[in-house]
Structure formats: structure tokens, C-alpha cells
């Protein structure tokens, strides 16, 4: 985005807020528990101060990379041998159509019968469904590296190890990326998901935890802390793959708003 | 073609035919291929689309077998690609490694095998044969087509190749990128003494590069008919192509393709 687009969307962003606030505050709308924008900030603000939510962001951060990382070099690895193998795709894939849709939050029960109240339960929660995006993308990257590419790489008589890591993965790279960014942003809906449900530890538990102490500006609070934390993450990850591939995500790309 | 003995012959086609299986059953691509390149020579292969040409250029490049026929490289059977040989592809914006520099890519074939400095020469020395040597650093979607192919050539020529095949290097390219090309190209066989398999959809180009013009026609394509172009070493893009002889191949050839000139 230009600076010019996150000037407008921000501005577009503060109207709401500022409709919320007069509705809310006039007493326009009424529910017990639903805050203005202004009390949230101010139980954001006294939030951030406890030590308890250092550990809270730290529990659902951790858990989160944790299941993410295992997730994408479970489902990168199995997508590059399934995206260079017809052979390993004719076996498989019937079996990852079939799992591949199952409801992620489906996994809950059966971790929690697995694994009871504990980390390795919301691991599993994390990684099962987080798989999925990066072996699929991963798969299809490979899969789809251009035929041109690979008479390039024969045509050179590279070796297959220097074939797969500096021609078949950089082509699939875009794919990769792609796959790691949806990973992510499920292994942190997870990640919150079982927190709330199964694994009592960081945002996912607190905000249940101020949802039935009352407190609705510090739930509100949480909501907003796992927003930005989501958004965080994102904004890493998609700087990190254009500082490590520059020629792949710098190509300039048409764009739809350039008048 | 009998004039030239295939004792000298770098690559030698008998009979090759090609077939890929479908859905409505076998496709005939090609058939009774035959022919013979010398070494220096630059034969130039011409035919209208569908006749076959890209899957020949990968058959004599090793990229894919041909169903029956042989297909010799020094006098041996070619499993796969052959070493000395550098195939330079139409479409370069999927040949080219587009994450890589223009002297990453030239890099490719030999960063392996070279030491870094004498991979640093060679790059600098191809970047020097097709006159690119203020982009090396430069990504290829940086560059124009004409340059991105000057890329793929030099990228070709790092090999050192004896042989360069190429599938209709320039068809995508303007008319005056074309032109300056295609003299490059020629600069570059007298430079090197290479041997160029140079597969064209253009009559008069296949004329203008090539020692002999070979035609490629029908379903399945097949060799109908090969023609020593007779024009000398030396080609000028005005003055040959003004040549009585360019003129009368030109009109041969388009009588045997079936376009009327």
C-alpha cells in the first residue's frame, strides 16, 4: 500500500470509530455491555501495564511460531515431493482431498481427549489445520514450475540437489509464500481458539477470562491485541520474503489503483 | 544432404519419428526426419506452426525421446541432454531465472564447474558478445524482450557450447531488434565456430542465417526437402536480401511450404 492508501484508510477507519463513540456515548444505542472506543483504549491502556499480559502475548506468540514453523516445514517438505512427484500425487492426493476440508476447530475434541488441558494439545490444534495451506500452495508451486524451467535445468546439466534449491524452489517461491502467510494467520486463530476451549494460557484464555469477569473494555482490549498481533505477524513475514528474494517480489505488478 | 559426409556430421537425424499418446488415441508429430549438421554450419529448419518444430528442437536437445529413429550426436545415440549443447528457447521470460541478475542467470551453467574468478571472466566476456555489459545487475523483467533474449544467448554461448539449437529465438522480438540480432547471431559463429540448429517460422530469416534451409511441413511434420542457400559468410540485412539468389530461394521456399510469395 502507498502512504496515500494508509492515510485514507485510516482516515476511514477513525470515521467509524468516531460513529461509534457518539452512538454509544450519547446513549443512542444501548447495551450494558458494550463500550465506547474510548473506554476500550482506556482498558487497553491499564492492560498493557500488568505483567500478566507480557506473559499472555508471549504464551499465544510462542504457541502460535511454534505451530506455525513445524506446520510449514511439515507441509513445505511434503508439498515439494508431492509438487516434483506424479508418482507420490496419484497415491496422496485422494487422501489429502479427504482430510484437507475437515472444520480446523473439528480437531479441538479430539486434542483435548488426546492431550487434556496442556501446550501439546493447542500445538496440535495449531499445526493440523495449519498444514494444509503450506502443503497445498507448496505443491501447486512446484508443480506449476514451467516446463521452459525445467529443460533450462536439463539443458545445464544441474545436479537434481542444485535443480530443486535454486531453480524448482525459487519458481515456486510466490506459491511458498503465499502457503506460510495462510499457515500463519490460521496457526493464530488457532492458536486463540484453543486457548479459549482447551489450553487456560494466553490471549485466547484471558479474553475468555474478561468476557465472564464483566470487564468488556478489557475483552475488547484482547480482541483488539490478537487483531494486531495477526497483523504483525503478516507485515513480518511478507517483509522477510522480499528481503530474502528481491528479484521475485520486487517485479513491479500492475496495479489497479495506479491512476 | 549426401554431400556431406556424416563422419563430420555433429548431429545426425535417420528416420526419426515422434508420436504422443492423447485421449482420441496416438498424435502423429513427426515423421522420417533425416538430416545431418556440419560442424560450423548453421542449418536453418523452416515450417509454418503445428509442424512439429519445438518438439524437434527437444528431441535433438535430448529433452524428450523420439518414439522410433536415431538421433546421433558425435556418432553417439543421445540419451538425454548432451554435453557441448546449448538450447536457446522462444519464450524467454520462462527460460530466463527471473529472481536472478542478468549475470546470475549467465552464471547458471557454469558457477558450478568454474572457479569464482574464471566464472566472473566468463560472464563478462559473454555479457561483452551480446553487448549487455551495463545490465549486469539488472533483473530480467527489467529489460526489454530484446535484451532478455540477448540474455538467453549469452547465457548459452557461457557454455561454450559446440552446438546451440534454437526454437524460433527472435519470433516474438520487432522488427529491428530481429535484424540486429540475427547479425549478431552470425558475428557470434564466426566468433565461436559453433554449429546452430536455428528453427524458424520465417522464410526469409531462414534464409538470411542459414547455410542450408531445410523445410519442415505437414502433419505429421516431416524434412520435405533441404536447399544450400549459396550466398557466402558475409550477409547484409539490404544488399542480401536484395541478392537474385535470396530472392529465387525465397520464392522456392515459399512454393514449397504452399504460401504463394
Known amino acids: 500500500m502507498t502512504g496515500r492508501q494508509w492515510a485514507s484508510g485510516i482516515g476511514g477507519l477513525l470515521v467509524c470509530l468516531a460513529l461509534w463513540q457518539v452512538l454509544v456515548g450519547s446513549g443512542f444505542v444501548e447495551y450494558d455491555l458494550l463500550p465506547s472506543p474510548w473506554t476500550i483504549a482506556g482498558g487497553l491502556a491499564t492492560m498493557v501495564t500488568e505483567p500478566a499480559f507480557a506473559v499472555e502475548v508471549g504464551h499465544t506468540l510462542a504457541a502460535t511460531l511454534i505451530g506455525w514453523l513445524a506446520a510449514v516445514l511439515a507441509g513445505t517438505g511434503l508439498g515439494a515431493v508431492l509438487g516434483t512427484s506424479p508418482l507420490a500425487r496419484r497415491y496422496c492426493l485422494a487422501s489429502i482431498e479427504v482430510l484437507r476440508p475437515l472444520p480446523a476447530v473439528a480437531f479441538v475434541p479430539v486434542a483435548l481427549l488426546l492431550f487434556g488441558f496442556s501446550l501439546q494439545m493447542e500445538l496440535l490444534v495449531i499445526v493440523a489445520p495449519a498444514l494444509w495451506p503450506a502443503l497445498v500452495n507448496t505443491m501447486e508451486g512446484f508443480a506449476g514450475v514451467p516446463q521452459r524451467l525445467t529443460d533450462v535445468a536439463a539443458t545445464f546439466h544441474l545436479k537434481r540437489s542444485t535443480r530443486l534449491l535454486r531453480v524448482y524452489l525459487p519458481a515456486a517461491a510466490p506459491a511458498v509464500v503465499v502457503g506460510m502467510r495462510l499457515s500463519l494467520s490460521l496457526a493464530l486463530v488457532m492458536a486463540v481458539v484453543a486457548e479459549m476451549v482447551g489450553n487456560p494460557e494466553g490471549l485466547g484464555y484471558a479474553l475468555v477470562r474478561e468476557q465472564q469477569a464483566l470487564h468488556p473494555d478489557l475483552m475488547f482490549g484482547y480482541v483488539l491485541v490478537i487483531g494486531l498481533l495477526g497483523m504483525l505477524l503478516n507485515g513480518l513475514l511478507v517483509w522477510g520474503s522480499r528481503l530474502a528474494l528481491p528479484g521475485l517480489f520486487r517485479r513491479p505488478v500492475a496495479r489497479w489503483d495506479s491512476a | ?261
Open chain 2, 1 to 261: 544432404m549426401e554431400g556431406r559426409a556424416s563422419a563430420s556430421a555433429v548431429f545426425e537425424l535417420r528416420n526419426v519419428a515422434y508420436t504422443v499418446p492423447v485421449r482420441e488415441g496416438p498424435r502423429h508429430i513427426l515423421r522420417g526426419v533425416d538430416f545431418a549438421l556440419g560442424a560450423g554450419e548453421i542449418l536453418a529448419i523452416v515450417g509454418p506452426s503445428g509442424t512439429g518444430k519445438t518438439s524437434l528442437i527437444r528431441i535433438i536437445a535430448g529433452l524428450v525421446a523420439q518414439t522410433s529413429g536415431e538421433v546421433l550426436f558425435r556418432g553417439r545415440p543421445v540419451a538425454g541432454p548432451p554435453e557441448g549443447v546449448a538450447v536457446v528457447f522462444q519464450d524467454y521470460a520462462n527460460a530466463l531465472l527471473q529472481w536472478r541478475t542478468v549475470a546470475g542467470n549467465i552464471a547458471l551453467g557454469i558457477e558450478r564447474r568454474l572457479d569464482r574468478a574464471a566464472c566472473a571472466r566468463q560472464i563478462e566476456r559473454c555479457l561483452a558478445l551480446v553487448g549487455l555489459e551495463r545490465h549486469a545487475s539488472d533483473y530480467p523483467w527489467q529489460l526489454s524482450g530484446g535484451m532478455q533474449q540477448r540474455v538467453q544467448i549469452a547465457r548459452a554461448l557461457a557454455l561454450e557450447p559446440a552446438v546451440l539449437l534454437m526454437d524460433e529465438p527472435f519470433a516474438s522480438l520487432d522488427a529491428m531488434t530481429k535484424a540486429s540480432l540475427q547479425d549478431e547471431m552470425l558475428r557470434l559463429r564466426g566468433e565461436t565456430g559453433a554449429s546452430f540448429v536455428f528453427i524458424t517460422h520465417d522464410i526469409e530469416e531462414a534464409i538470411y542465417l542459414g547455410d542450408r534451409v531445410a523445410v519442415l511441413r505437414g502433419r505429421p511434420g516431416t524434412l520435405a526437402e533441404t536447399h544450400e542457400v549459396g550466398l557466402g559468410a558475409l550477409r547484409d540485412q539490404v544488399a542480401t536480401r536484395a541478392a537474385p539468389a535470396f530472392l529465387q530461394l525465397r520464392q522456392r521456399l515459399h512454393g514449397a511450404i504452399g504460401v504463394h510469395a
